[in-house]
């Protein structure tokens, strides 16, 4: 016996494959925008409610990662939140001129850029992904800026930095506080600067655990964080947050060695 997948399964998994570009110049945006809204209101009014909160969820989510995708477009290749949300500034200030960081998980540069030029820093910045590294080297280069290709979970780069930054890269890692004690006694940092994502940002977060699905931001994180939670796994990596700012459904902290 063949197995019959839902309508609205069938429509979403049709519409992922469809090649976008020639349709945008057969129908107009606001023909496309009404099928849509159309194809959302069946999904809402799905006599299973629980199965149609979940779905709406999955569109919810497939509709933010394409904005996500859009967002880093609109800026030319960096996300529209560097600038937007002000995150660069809680870094930079909290660092001096002529300091040595280290910036793990650098990503495409962009951060550790501003640390280099705004609060005069020197920069080690660490990335596994070449094409990241690629990007940041095109588009960021400065003598005081080094970018190393490197995975941190099995070697870090070698010497003493005054400051350590993680910014969105904790909650990717599984034995976080082996990795940070490990951090830290190869470093020898003053100060660890942090950003990690807050898991209760909103009502969706619950509702979504509530039907079944993944509630955190990022299939690929391995936790999320409330300030408790926080502090705790960081004082059994033997660090005690000394600053800590919640906004824009992230942690933004300073911790230092005890």
């Known amino acids: ?13 049709a519409y992922r494959r469809l090649p976008r570009g020639p349709f945008r110049f057969l129908m107009p945006t606001g023909l496309w925008r009404g099928l849509f809204r159309f194809w959302l209101s069946v999904l809402a009014a799905s006599p299973n409610r629980r199965r149609a909160v979940r779905e709406l969820l999955v569109v919810y989510d497939d509709t933010y990662r394409a904005l ?37 998980g650098t990503g495409k540069g962009e951060l550790a850029h501003d640390l280099v030029t705004r609060a005069g820093a020197i920069v080690v910045g660490v990335d596994h992904d ?17 970018l190393l290709e490197a995975d941190v979970l099995e070697r870090l780069p070698e010497g003493h930095f005054d400051v350590v930054v993680l910014s ?5 890692l599984g ?41 955190y931001w990022d299939p690929d994180h391995e936790i999320e964080y409330d300030p ?5 796994e960081l004082r059994r990596a033997g660090l005690e947050v000394t600053e800590l700012l919640v906004t824009w459904g992230e942690i933004w902290a300073v911790a230092e060695p005890r």
């Open 228 to 232: 408790k939670s926080f502090r705790e």
């Open 1 to 13: 016996m063949t197995s019959r997948m839902a309508p609205w399964r069938v429509a979403r998994a």
């Open 175 to 215: 034995a976080r506080v082996e990795f940070l004690k490990r951090l830290v006694a190869s470093a020898s940092p003053s100060r660890v600067l942090l950003r990690v994502p807050v898991h209760a940002r909103d009502w969706t977060v619950p509702l979504k655990e509530e039907v079944g699905l993944l509630s």
């Open 168 to 172: 969105n890269v904790l909650e990717h």
């Open 68 to 104: 996500d995708q859009a967002a880093i477009a609109y800026d030319d290749g960096i996300h529209v939140k560097h600038r937007l949300t002000g995150y660069h500034d809680f870094f930079v200030e909290r660092v001096r001129p002529g300091e040595r960081v280290l910036d793990v």
């Open 130 to 146: 070449p094409g990241h590294l690629a990007f940041a080297r095109a588009r960021f280069p400065h003598k005081r800026l080094e």
